[in-house]
Protein backbone atom coordinates (compact mmCIF):
# COMPACT_ATOMS: atom_id res chain seq x y z
CA UNK A 1 0.00 0.00 0.00
CA UNK A 2 1.36 3.49 -1.11
CA UNK A 3 0.90 6.01 1.44
CA UNK A 4 1.90 8.91 -0.64
CA UNK A 5 0.57 11.28 1.80
CA UNK A 6 3.18 9.74 4.70
CA UNK A 7 6.29 10.37 2.89
CA UNK A 8 9.37 11.05 5.11
CA UNK A 9 7.70 9.11 7.93
CA UNK A 10 9.63 6.32 9.31
CA UNK A 11 9.36 2.67 8.82
CA UNK A 12 7.60 1.49 11.87
CA UNK A 13 5.45 4.27 11.65
CA UNK A 14 4.14 3.37 7.99
CA UNK A 15 3.63 -0.73 9.31
CA UNK A 16 1.35 1.32 11.86
CA UNK A 17 -0.85 3.05 9.54
CA UNK A 18 -0.86 -0.09 7.01
CA UNK A 19 -2.12 -2.21 9.76
CA UNK A 20 -4.48 -0.03 11.10
CA UNK A 21 -5.78 0.67 7.45
CA UNK A 22 -6.07 -3.68 7.38
CA UNK A 23 -8.30 -3.96 10.18
CA UNK A 24 -10.61 -0.86 8.90
CA UNK A 25 -9.50 1.41 11.81
CA UNK A 26 -8.47 4.66 9.85
CA UNK A 27 -11.55 6.25 9.30
CA UNK A 28 -13.32 5.39 12.78
CA UNK A 29 -9.70 6.38 14.77
CA UNK A 30 -10.48 10.53 12.83
CA UNK A 31 -13.68 10.38 13.34
CA UNK A 32 -13.80 9.30 17.16
CA UNK A 33 -10.31 12.26 17.87
CA UNK A 34 -11.90 14.71 15.63
CA UNK A 35 -15.77 14.80 15.56
CA UNK A 36 -16.91 17.76 13.51
CA UNK A 37 -16.03 20.48 11.09
CA UNK A 38 -14.75 24.14 11.63
CA UNK A 39 -17.30 26.55 10.52
CA UNK A 40 -15.56 28.67 8.22
CA UNK A 41 -16.46 27.39 5.19
CA UNK A 42 -16.50 30.35 2.85
CA UNK A 43 -13.60 32.69 2.10
CA UNK A 44 -14.77 35.28 3.93
CA UNK A 45 -14.68 33.21 6.96
CA UNK A 46 -11.51 31.61 6.46
CA UNK A 47 -10.38 35.41 6.12
CA UNK A 48 -11.35 36.08 9.86
CA UNK A 49 -10.26 32.90 10.91
CA UNK A 50 -6.44 34.08 8.95
CA UNK A 51 -6.81 37.18 10.77
CA UNK A 52 -7.76 36.17 14.51
CA UNK A 53 -4.88 33.96 14.33
CA UNK A 54 -2.08 36.64 12.93
CA UNK A 55 -3.70 39.00 15.73
CA UNK A 56 -3.30 36.26 18.82
CA UNK A 57 0.31 34.91 17.65
CA UNK A 58 2.17 37.26 15.06
CA UNK A 59 0.66 40.75 16.45
CA UNK A 60 3.77 42.40 14.38
CA UNK A 61 3.16 40.89 11.17
CA UNK A 62 1.37 42.91 8.76
CA UNK A 63 -2.07 41.16 7.85
CA UNK A 64 -2.60 38.81 5.09
CA UNK A 65 -3.92 40.41 2.00
CA UNK A 66 -5.88 37.97 0.29
CA UNK A 67 -6.42 34.68 1.53
CA UNK A 68 -8.59 31.84 0.16
CA UNK A 69 -9.81 28.28 -0.59
CA UNK A 70 -8.75 27.12 -3.80
CA UNK A 71 -10.05 23.94 -5.17
CA UNK A 72 -7.55 23.35 -7.54
CA UNK A 73 -4.45 23.22 -5.33
CA UNK A 74 -4.52 19.96 -4.77
CA UNK A 75 -3.40 18.75 -1.03
CA UNK A 76 -0.32 16.83 -1.58
CA UNK A 77 2.39 15.46 -0.38
CA UNK A 78 4.43 19.10 -0.74
CA UNK A 79 1.73 21.44 -0.42
CA UNK A 80 -1.34 21.40 1.73
CA UNK A 81 -1.73 25.38 1.37
CA UNK A 82 0.33 28.18 -0.24
CA UNK A 83 1.83 31.36 0.62
CA UNK A 84 2.53 33.88 -1.69
CA UNK A 85 4.40 36.87 -1.66
CA UNK A 86 3.99 39.49 -4.48
CA UNK A 87 6.20 42.54 -4.85
CA UNK A 88 4.51 45.22 -6.27
CA UNK A 89 5.19 48.88 -7.29
CA UNK A 90 3.15 51.23 -5.78
CA UNK A 91 3.20 54.77 -5.37
CA UNK A 92 6.95 54.29 -6.68
CA UNK A 93 8.06 52.14 -3.83
CA UNK A 94 8.16 48.42 -3.95
CA UNK A 95 5.69 46.99 -1.80
CA UNK A 96 5.19 43.31 -0.52
CA UNK A 97 2.03 42.09 -0.04
CA UNK A 98 1.12 38.22 1.32
CA UNK A 99 -1.03 35.68 0.25
CA UNK A 100 -2.73 32.53 1.85
CA UNK A 101 -4.22 29.22 -0.35
CA UNK A 102 -5.98 27.09 1.24
CA UNK A 103 -6.74 23.42 -0.33
CA UNK A 104 -10.49 23.24 -0.96
CA UNK A 105 -10.52 20.17 0.57
CA UNK A 106 -10.12 21.70 4.01
CA UNK A 107 -12.96 23.66 3.56
CA UNK A 108 -14.94 20.51 5.12
CA UNK A 109 -12.55 19.31 7.79
CA UNK A 110 -11.99 19.43 11.69
CA UNK A 111 -10.95 22.68 13.20
CA UNK A 112 -7.66 21.47 14.22
CA UNK A 113 -6.37 20.04 10.66
CA UNK A 114 -7.63 24.33 9.28
CA UNK A 115 -5.72 25.29 12.76
CA UNK A 116 -2.67 23.36 11.60
CA UNK A 117 -2.40 24.19 7.82
CA UNK A 118 -3.22 28.28 8.93
CA UNK A 119 -0.26 28.17 11.19
CA UNK A 120 1.88 26.61 8.93
CA UNK A 121 0.97 29.19 6.17
CA UNK A 122 1.32 32.30 8.80
CA UNK A 123 4.98 31.14 9.86
CA UNK A 124 5.89 31.36 6.37
CA UNK A 125 5.32 35.21 6.76
CA UNK A 126 8.18 35.11 9.23
CA UNK A 127 10.36 32.01 7.83
CA UNK A 128 9.82 31.62 3.90
CA UNK A 129 11.89 28.12 4.08
CA UNK A 130 11.08 24.98 6.48
CA UNK A 131 14.23 25.96 8.15
CA UNK A 132 14.09 25.03 12.54
CA UNK A 133 13.29 28.11 13.03
CA UNK A 134 10.41 27.70 11.01
CA UNK A 135 9.02 24.64 12.65
CA UNK A 136 9.67 25.82 16.09
CA UNK A 137 7.33 28.97 15.36
CA UNK A 138 4.85 26.55 14.22
CA UNK A 139 5.06 24.97 17.69
CA UNK A 140 4.97 27.77 19.17
CA UNK A 141 1.75 28.76 17.64
CA UNK A 142 0.30 25.39 17.87
CA UNK A 143 1.92 22.89 20.60
CA UNK A 144 0.48 19.64 18.79
CA UNK A 145 1.72 21.29 15.57
CA UNK A 146 3.70 18.04 14.40
CA UNK A 147 0.50 15.20 15.73
CA UNK A 148 -1.78 17.24 13.83
CA UNK A 149 0.16 17.42 10.63
CA UNK A 150 0.74 13.77 10.86
CA UNK A 151 -3.30 13.48 11.74
CA UNK A 152 -4.22 15.49 8.64
CA UNK A 153 -1.94 12.96 6.28
CA UNK A 154 -3.82 10.36 7.71
CA UNK A 155 -6.91 12.00 7.03
CA UNK A 156 -6.09 12.93 3.60
CA UNK A 157 -5.19 9.16 3.03
CA UNK A 158 -8.43 7.98 4.45
CA UNK A 159 -9.93 9.75 1.91
CA UNK A 160 -7.88 9.02 -0.39
CA UNK A 161 -8.86 5.30 0.17
CA UNK A 162 -12.48 6.34 -0.12
CA UNK A 163 -13.01 5.66 3.33
CA UNK A 164 -14.88 8.50 3.99
CA UNK A 165 -18.67 8.56 2.20
CA UNK A 166 -18.30 12.66 1.76
ZN1 LIG B 1 5.60 25.36 3.92
Known amino acids: MELTYLQGYDDETLD ?17 KYPGCHPHTTNTLLRGYVEELRRRHLKTAPAVARVEYDERLVAGEAALGLHTFESRVHGG ?55 LEFDVRLWLTARELGEFQS
Not at 16 to 32: C, D, F, K
Open 93 to 147: RLRASSGIRIAGVFRRAPLEFLRMIVVHELAHLREREHTKAFWRLCVAMEADYHQ
Open 16 to 32: GVRRLVERGGLAPYLAA
